[in-house]
Each structure stands twice: as C-alpha cells, then as structure tokens.
C-alpha cells in the first residue's frame, strides 16, 4: 500500500474555504488509477479538483484527499464539419479557445474566467452570458468518459440516464477524464456589444428579458449601494456575433483577440480598479456610480469588442482575489423564477442595506430552466454578490448569507455551488427534503 | 463566518463559548465526553441559533486512541477551523495535602497530555492551512506550584508552556497561538470553593476571552486586573510562596 503525499493547503478561490489534504496530480490515466489504488488502499475517498475555480468548498476535501485533474488535458480529437471536440477533462476553456479560435471556433458555453476546466464545467455545469439561448454547458456536450472503478473507460453519451447523473453532480465518486463538446463556429472573432443603463430594478430586468430574443449575450451589471428609487439600477450589456466583412479583421487569433482586452463599453481598468477597492469598502460605491453615469452620458452605445475581452475580462488582473487575505470572500448567487424574480431581489437588495454588508460587484443574468436532473437553472434571473470576509463583518454577512436562503426557500429559488461557500445549498436540500 | 472548534465544551466556561459563537452565527463543532449532553446542547443551540452551524462529536479526550479520529471528524464536519480551542480541563480537590496518584494522573491526562496530542494535530494542521488560531484554556494556577493541588498547577504549566512553544513554532505560517488564563470562573468546578474572589460569571468570561481571542490577543486574563495579581505571583520569592501557601 503506497502512502498518501503530505497534506496541503487547497483553497476555493474565495480563498474563505480551505482544506489541508494529500493532493494526486496525475499526468496520465494510468497515474490517476495508480492514484485512486492509493487512496482506496488508504480507505479515503477523494474530491476531484479542476482548475479549483469554484469559490467555495466544491473542490476542497476537508475528510480527505484531492485529485486535481488538470494534468488530464490533451486535446484527442476533432471533428471539423460537426465542430465536436473530444478533450481530456483538464484542459481550460482558455486552452481550448486558444487552440479552438484560429479554426474558427468558439466554446458554446463560456464563464466569467477562462481558467476553468472542463471536467470542473461539467461536474458543475457552467452557464455564461447566452444562458437564456443556450442553457448550460451540458446542453452542449456529446459524451463525458469517466474512469468507472478506478480501472475502465467508460463513454456516457449525452441523452441517456447516466450522463444526466454526471451533469452538474459536483461529488462525482469517479472522475471524469474527457469530454467532448460541440464548439460553435463563428464567422469572426467579434461581438458588436451594446451598453445601455437601466434605472432601476424593474427597467433592469424588463430590459434583460426584452433582449434575450434578439441578443445572444445578455447581462446586467448591478450597482447594489443605489437605493430608493435607483434601487437595482444597472448598466446592461447585449451582444451578438460581429458579422464578417469584407477589407475587417477577422479577429481569429490570439493575438488579436487579446488585443482588444482594453477597450470596450467597460473600461476594463475601471471595473477591475473597482474590483481592488472591494476589500477596503465603500469607495467602490463610486466606482459603481462612475460605471453608471458614463453608459448614460454614452447612451446607447455600440461597440466591437473580441470574444476575450467581453467574455474574461477579469483575467487580464491575475490573482485579482488574493486583495481579499487573510479573511477571503464570499459569493452568493440567488437564482429565481421570472416572476418572483422582482420582488425577490428587492428583498435581497434591502436585506443587505439593512444589514450593512453591500456586495460591491453584482451581476444579473437570464436563464432558462435547465435540463439536467441535479441543475439549479431555472426559467428566471440570477444575481450573484460577492463580499469580503472581515472580522467587523462576519455575523452580518452570515446573517445575511441565512436571509438569502430562506428567501430562496421562499419563492422556490436555487442556490448555485459553483458560488457556494457557506453550505447554503446542503441547508436548501435539507430544508426541502424535510419539507 | 468563523469555524470554531471546542474541545469539552459541554459545561462551564466552555459550554459558555458554544453559546457566544453560536450566537454570532459561526461554525461551532463541539467535542464532549457524554453524547446525553452533548446532543441536549447541540440541539439547544441548533434551535436558538438557527444562522449557526453546530455539531457535535463524541470525544472522551482521556481516551487517546480517539483523539486522531475525532479530531479529523470535527474538521469533516466543520468543513475548515479558524480556531481550534481546548478548554477540557478537570480539577480534584482533595485534603490539600494528600496526593491521590490516580486523579493526580488523570488531571495530567486531560489537561495536559490529551491537550499535547489534540493541540500537536492542530498545530499541524493549521501550519499547512497557514492561518488561524490555536487556543488553550490555561490557568493562573499554572503558573507556580502551590500546596493544595500540585498536579493541577503541573498540568496547566505544561499545557501553558506548550502553548508558548506552538505560538514561537507557527508564527512564522500565519497562525496565532493563544493563551487563556481565565481568573476566577463561576463554574462547577469553582462552585461551593472557599476564598474565592474577582469571579467572572462564565457568560460574561466567554464573551471577553472571544473578543480578545478575536483580536488575536496571545496571553491574556478575563479581567485585566488578574495581570496584576498574575505578575506578582510569578514573580514572589520561594519563602513566601512556601509561608502564605495559597492553595
Ligand atoms: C472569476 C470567475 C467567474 C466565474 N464565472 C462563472 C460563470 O459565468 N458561470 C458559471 O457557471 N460559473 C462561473 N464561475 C464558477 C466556475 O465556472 C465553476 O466553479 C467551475 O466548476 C470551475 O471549474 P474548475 O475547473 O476550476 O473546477 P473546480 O472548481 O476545481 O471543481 C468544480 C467541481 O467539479 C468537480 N470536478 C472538477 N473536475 C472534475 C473531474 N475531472 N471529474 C469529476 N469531477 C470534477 C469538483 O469536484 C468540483 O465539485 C466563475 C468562477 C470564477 C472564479
Ligand atoms: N472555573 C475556573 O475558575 C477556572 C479557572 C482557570 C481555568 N479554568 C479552566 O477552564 C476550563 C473549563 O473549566 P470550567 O470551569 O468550565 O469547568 P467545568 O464546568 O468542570 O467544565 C470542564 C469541561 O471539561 C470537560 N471534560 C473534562 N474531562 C473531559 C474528558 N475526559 N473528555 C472530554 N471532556 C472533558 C467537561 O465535560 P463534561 O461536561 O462531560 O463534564 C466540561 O465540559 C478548564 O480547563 C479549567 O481548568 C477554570
């Protein structure tokens, strides 16, 4: 029986929730089933880690080992005329894309960083900015293999009862180790963006609702500290694919899609400045307020930006969360049905004025109800808040992190745990299950 | 938002602690040696803390061959610690001047050698996590050996001298190493004792220790005047110690 590595730290990427554990990280199948001997032999079952891009305790084990699956990341296969791509688990959306974007194709389902893998997408089943026209990422995938026993490759194919057991179930007992998606092809690397501010809550979500026909992409940046009759207030962004034409730049390489990291209706340097202000508080209430004022003076503006800089705009300020040690912080997104979704995030706007703890970054986005078994989308909106961790904080924050729950509990919302850091989606299963 | 870890804490002062985490809303996994009390108190504070998040886990710590379990339990169940607090802690009176070598033994083991191996996988633990706080529930009475009680005086020194060892040991991971050395608590194990004075009540005493915890305070009394007291008995000479002989 072989020993289990020394401990160490793993971190949700809150970098609140961390575990002290033995971590495999094997290069090839034949390690990961050398692995998973190791910790049968040991009597520990592991947690699978991706990129370990959740915020929380998804892909944490404080019981026991990790396996971190981002050594598992060739690209095996691909099929031109369908776009499938067949993948080793580990591999990153952002490696994908960089490998995918000079033949003309684009993830169908990207999130709000590259630097996720898509083993972690699956088992969580990611959404993006398209989740009202294009659902989650298992919408999209073909077929997952996973390593059934510790010994033998299994093909699940999309469709049948075992693949729907494997979409968005975060304690997979066995891992996944490819996945094959259907990439979309596009005619260029561009999206003609549009900016447009939403006054307050009701404009902000009549206004998501209105686009998702017509616009592929459609989110809502929210400024939370904006009350009475502001509250909810918005600036919205909508896109579609920027069509071909003749004499433009295609912008099918990386270095042109990276180019454009700087220019769009957001300043990247002003939403990620805001971003550092967060640990320290309220200045980011400016920040909010300048990003909102600015798509007003510009009204309806239009503008190309590049797949990367609309979809990852946060990764061009590497180790961004690592502002918020020693406490970390937290995420919270509240996912409810259409029409309770008005009163609900009121409810949550006002509880965290009340309660003093203001999420500085706040984004709104509209799904459709999800078709996997163990999903959280639902037919509606979501909003997802973040807060730091602070000692001055901590009762209100969980205070307000219980509020949320009941709320979602209370008009048949989800909770999503991909964000989860404070258990919320165990306590809304308990609650229902016992209801 | 912390994750707390009490080590005994089914009465007294440390059943005190459970109640003030558990009213802040935070994790509190409680180790006790009788699961009757421990579940009674476990449901008690689940149902006037329904923001926290407590549990329990049976743990006689003068049995050590469960203490590695349940400590990996409680970290299972707790899902990370911030602070990790051993506040199990027994006291035989006695004549004052009998020795009783079995609960001289057992007041070792408990206070002190239960305390070395709980808090040891603590220490190893928090090091690797690279922040936190370690805690122990010292005494005053650690401090000097006196007539009535020398085993009691040998297990906090050596429970306080530990903790002093850790505190030099982790402080370059992160992690904080305190010492509490409460002063008089109104408890059962004070309870009915002669010659008592300045005594905390011990919701009061649990509310100060887990402020001054908070602020990550290293060694530290419930009142501050205790200080005072605690300097001069270090530092009285033997003869005196010898005459006055406080118990
Ligand atoms: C800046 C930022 C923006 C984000 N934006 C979005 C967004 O827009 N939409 C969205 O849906 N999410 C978003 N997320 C969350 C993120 O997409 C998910 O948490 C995703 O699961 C992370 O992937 P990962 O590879 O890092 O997986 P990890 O976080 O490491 O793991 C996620 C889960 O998958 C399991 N897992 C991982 N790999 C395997 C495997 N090979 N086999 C079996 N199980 C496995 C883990 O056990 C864990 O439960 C965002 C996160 C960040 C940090
Ligand atoms: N009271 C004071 O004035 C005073 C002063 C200085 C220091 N202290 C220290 O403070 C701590 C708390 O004392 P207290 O006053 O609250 O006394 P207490 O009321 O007697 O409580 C002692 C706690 O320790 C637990 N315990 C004892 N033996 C144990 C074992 N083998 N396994 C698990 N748990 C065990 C007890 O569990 P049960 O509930 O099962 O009995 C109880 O919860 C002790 O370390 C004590 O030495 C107290």
Known sequence: ?435 | MKRVILVGATDGLGKALAEVYAERGFWVTILGRSREKLEALVADLRGRFPVATVNGVVCDVADAARLEPAFHEAIAVTGHCDLFLYNAGVMHGGDGVTSVPALDAETMEVNAVAAVRLLGLAANWFRVAGRGQIGGISSIAGDRGRSGNPAYNASKAALSTFLEGLRNRLAPFGVTVSTVKPGFVGTRMTAGKPGLFWVAPAAEAARIIADRLEKRHEVFYVYRRWALLGLAMRHAPRFLFKRLGPP
């Open chain 1, 1 to 435: 029986m072989s020993a289990l590595p020394p401990p160490e730290r793993v971190e949700g990427f809150g970098l609140y929730n961390v575990s002290v554990s033995p971590v495999f990280r094997p290069g090839s199948l034949d390690a990961l089933r050398e692995a998973l001997a190791t910790c049968a032999s040991n009597g520990s079952k592991p947690v699978f880690r991706g990129a370990g891009r959740s915020y929380g305790d998804a892909s944490t084990n404080p019981a026991g080992p990790v396996v971190e699956m981002t050594g598992l990341n060739a690209v095996a296969g691909f099929d031109e005329a369908s776009g499938i791509v067949r993948a080793g688990a580990g591999l990153t959306l952002g490696d994908l894309w960089k490998w995918s974007i000079p033949r003309g194709f684009w993830p169908p389902v990207v999130t709000g960083t590259m630097h996720v893998t898509l083993g972690g997408a699956v088992a969580m089943n990611v959404h993006g900015k398209n989740g009202w026209k294009k659902g989650t990422i298992g919408d999209h995938v073909e077929s997952v293999s996973i390593l059934r026993d510790g010994c033998r490759v299994e093909e699940i194919a999309h469709g049948t009862r075992a693949f729907d057991d494997v979409v968005g179930n975060w304690r997979l007992p066995d891992p996944i180790v490819e996945v094959s998606l259907k990439l979309k092809k596009v005619a260029t690397g561009y999206l003609d963006v549009e900016a447009t501010a939403a006054p307050n809550l009701a404009a902000t979500l009549a206004g998501l609702d209105g686009a998702k026909e017509d616009w592929d992409y459609v989110v809502g940046w929210m400024d939370c500290w904006a009350s009475g009759r502001s509250l909810g207030r918005s600036v919205l962004h909508v896109a579609n694919e920027h069509p071909a034409k003749e004499g433009e730049p295609r912008g099918l390489s990386v270095e042109e899609q990276v180019a454009d990291i700087h220019t769009g209706p957001v300043p990247a340097p002003v939403l990620l400045l805001g971003l550092k202000l967060t640990a320290a508080g309220p200045q980011m209430r400016f920040v909010n307020f300048g990003k909102y004022a600015a798509s007003l003076l510009g009204g309806r503006a239009r503008t190309r930006q590049s797949l990367v800089a609309y979809s990852f705009l946060l990764d061009y300020l590497p180790g961004w969360n690592e502002a918020y040690r020693p406490g970390g912080f937290i995420q919270y997104q509240l996912f409810v049905p259409r029409d309770a979704a008005e009163a609900a995030f009121e409810r949550a706007l006002d509880l965290q004025h009340e309660m003093g703890v203001v999420s500085s970054l706040a984004v709104v986005k509209r799904h459709r109800a999800d078709r996997f078994s163990r999903g959280y989308a639902l037919d509606g909106f979501s909003l997802a808040l973040d807060f730091p961790v602070t000692r001055k904080n901590a009762s209100r924050l969980i205070a307000l992190a219980r509020a949320f729950d009941a709320l979602l509990l209370s008009c048949g919302g989800r909770a999503y745990k991909a964000k989860d850091c404070v258990g919320s989606v165990e306590r809304l299963a308990a609650a229902r299950g016992a209801a």
